[in-house]
């Protein structure tokens, strides 16, 4: 008798192997009928996968992570069907899933158009209709190549042909396309009904640029489609959202290919820029951080001695002089290092805490770049902790609560924790992994913080908590880490004297909370849709004459508050006032006073603040408070 243990521990009892169809059919007609695949002891699986021991299974539907994804990757597939029906000539590559949808590449002498695009997804959509089942068969690795070959898809050949020789593979065919494919996959097309194709790009052949450029189509799918409504609508959001456009509209920054992905900051970004930094300069002030400055440029031999050069060589920028060697330090750790170097450290000393707004520069290739989210110059709010082993659950809980204000002040609430543990490479024990892993877990713990554990994904010196935020429009970014280092000291020779008067090496945590300031920026402008707070706009009160009788009010107010710290301008142009305000408006600036005869003679200013709020007549001395305020509240 076969035994089915499923996820609410409750057991069924089968006289013969059966199938994950058959289980939830016999469970019920409505799980059968939303059956998408199975878990079997933790492995996904087709529906038609047959059990022939005594195992735990649990359904997989479309309200499952996992059903998305099948649904994600039985789209991909319904893809590569449409275009063979459509483009016979083109041959498929790979069609994995990504976030938020999936892709496939194609080789066609042909461009896809727009058009081409309609036509694919339209006659997606028909072969969807069609119900067609998805039928599992497995070849020989030789026997596929032959297939795959006979097809004309020489593609395809050379994948399975870099399959170990004696190795059996799986194929997954619907109605007349037939593809290479671990699986799982839906039971039947007829369950792939809410997808959308987005874009086409450019790819390599197994992404390297010396190969062949194939084409690249982009999807989306979704269980439902209300999700794939929602999905649609936050793009278009994301859209208005984007940096790079509002960094042009509203004159912030510009990218510039005499110096590919670094940028060329205007009067209103750097105005932004140094707002973030002053902020993070007084964050580093007032918790126990040194600022300190360390070289650009450093030897190889150091790079060689941390482990960089080895393992990050590829992406580091490296010059020559006098038959040295150096590089442009892409991370700041090394530095901090040297410095603590410097005279004889004591446990007493200990926690010593760095901080160092410090230019990284890292060669990323030019398609990886992204306005100024993904640079090859970037500025980050780094700080290097050096304590002892004892030190580090109090240093990461104090850190924690820190790193949560400083979000808040920038209008993030909204943060997910996740705890990288060791991976199979690394260095160390055991026992100081054991240490490590605890003290950043216990610390989130205490901060009253819940968590995911993302197994392997540490460093190979030491695991890491990683901070992301959400937005205003529920994407998710990466911004802030700390990182538990018990090798780069030790390699550089760092020490400090111990009690009982040894030696010993530091450990050291690497820790940023905004991490490069240009992303950060950039998450920043797209999160307040270019309407930044009172407190970063780089332009805070614009200070508007009706008519040229009362420009020299209009100024004299402007003047007075920018003596008070306020970030303000008179526009004194002789244009419509009308004019003015739409203009100003369109610029974002948090507040707009208008000034004219009546406002003159009443020692007021009429406040139209952004948004299209009148705020109505306020005294000079009000408004002034009400936006110190605003500043100082970082409202």
Not at 158 to 168: K, L, N, Q
Not at 303 to 319: A, C, L, P, V
Not at 554 to 579: C, F, H, M, N
Request: proline content about 4%; overall charge neutral.
């Amino acid at each position: 008798m076969l035994q089915i243990t499923l996820p609410d521990g409750s057991r069924r009892a089968y006289p013969q192997p059966v199938t994950v169809a058959e289980v939830a059919a016999s469970i019920g007609p409505g799980l059968a009928k939303a059956a998408l695949a199975g878990k079997v002891d933790g492995r996904l699986v087709d529906t038609s996968f047959v059990i022939e021991r005594d195992a735990a299974l649990a359904i997989v539907t479309d309200k499952d992570a996992d059903g998305l994804e099948v649904i994600r990757h039985g789209t991909a597939h319904l893809l590569a069907y449409a275009v063979k029906e459509l483009f016979p000539e083109a041959q498929v590559t790979i069609g994995p899933v990504v976030d938020n949808g999936f892709y496939y590449d194609f080789a066609c002498k042909r461009p896809f158009t727009p058009d081409d695009l309609a036509a694919i997804e339209k006659r997606m959509g028909e072969l969807a209709a069609k119900n067609e089942p998805v039928v599992r068969r497995v070849l020989p690795r030789d026997e596929a190549v032959a297939y795959f070959k006979g097809l004309g898809e020489h593609y395809k050949a050379e994948i399975v042909g870099s399959i170990p020789a004696g190795e059996d593979v799986s194929l997954y065919r619907e109605g007349g396309f037939e593809d290479l494919c671990r699986g799982p996959h839906v039971p039947s097309t007829g369950r792939l009904k809410h997808f959308k194709l987005m874009k086409v790009a450019g790819a390599y052949w197994r992404g390297d640029q010396a190969n062949e450029q194939l084409q690249r189509i982009y999807g989306t799918a979704w269980a439902t489609k209300e999700d794939l409504a929602a999905y649609l609508r936050m793009l278009e959001e994301a859209e208005k959202r984007d940096h790079r456009r509002l960094g042009r509209e509203l004159d912030l920054f510009h990218l510039d290919e005499h110096s590919p992905g670094t940028v060329f900051w205007h009067p209103g970004g750097w105005t932004v820029w140094q707002e973030v930094e002053q902020y993070m300069r007084r964050v580093y002030r007032d918790n126990g951080y040194q600022e300190v400055k360390g070289p650009q440029i450093l030897d190889q031999g150091l790079w060689e001695k941390t482990g960089h050069w080895d393992k990050y060589r590829d992406n580091m920028f490296t010059t020559e002089s006098e038959k040295r060697h150096y590089a442009l330090k892409p991370m700041n750790c090394p530095g901090h290092i040297l410095i603590f170097k410097q005279g004889i450290k004591s446990y007493r000393d200990l926690p010593l805490r760095y901080g160092e707004f410090g230019n990284c520069h890292r060669n990323e290739p030019t398609g990886g770049l992204h306005g100024i989210m993904r640079v090859r110059a970037f500025t980050q709010d780094d700080g290097h902790i050096f304590c002892t082993e004892d030190m580090i659950l109090d240093e990461c809980v104090a850190y924690t609560a820190l790193l949560q204000r400083v979000y808040r002040d920038f209008g993030f609430t909204d943060i997910i924790y996740k705890v990288a543990t060791r991976p199979e490479a690394r260095i160390g024990s055991d026992a100081v992994w054991d240490k490590a892993e605890y003290a950043l877990m216990e610390s989130l713990r205490r901060s009253g913080c819940e968590f995911v554990i993302s197994p392997g994904e540490g460093a190979f010196y030491g695991p890491k908590i990683e901070y992301t935020l959400k937005d205003a429009i529920g994407r998710q970014w990466q911004c802030g880490t700390i990182q538990v280092d018990f090798s780069m000291a030790e390699r550089l020779g760092a020490e400090y004297v111990a009690e009982d008067s040894s030696r010993r090496h530091p450990v050291m945590l690497h820790r940023a909370i905004v991490g490069s300031l240009e992303r950060f920026i950039g998450i920043l402008i797209e999160q307040h849709a270019g309407a930044l707070p009172v407190w970063l706009a780089p332009t805070q009160v614009v200070v508007a004459c009706i008519s040229e009788g009362q420009a020299a009010h209009a100024e004299a107010v402007a003047k007075s508050l920018q003596k008070q710290g306020v970030r303000a301008k008179a526009d004194l142009r002789p244009e419509k006032i009308t004019y003015k305000i739409r203009e100003h408006s369109m610029q974002k600036v948090p507040y707009i006073l208008v000034v004219g005869d009546k406002e003159k003679a009443n020692g007021t200013v009429a406040v139209r603040a952004r948004g299209n709020l009148d705020l109505g007549a306020m005294a000079q001395q009000a408004f002034l408070e009400k936006v110190l305020s605003d500043i100082a509240s970082k409202a």
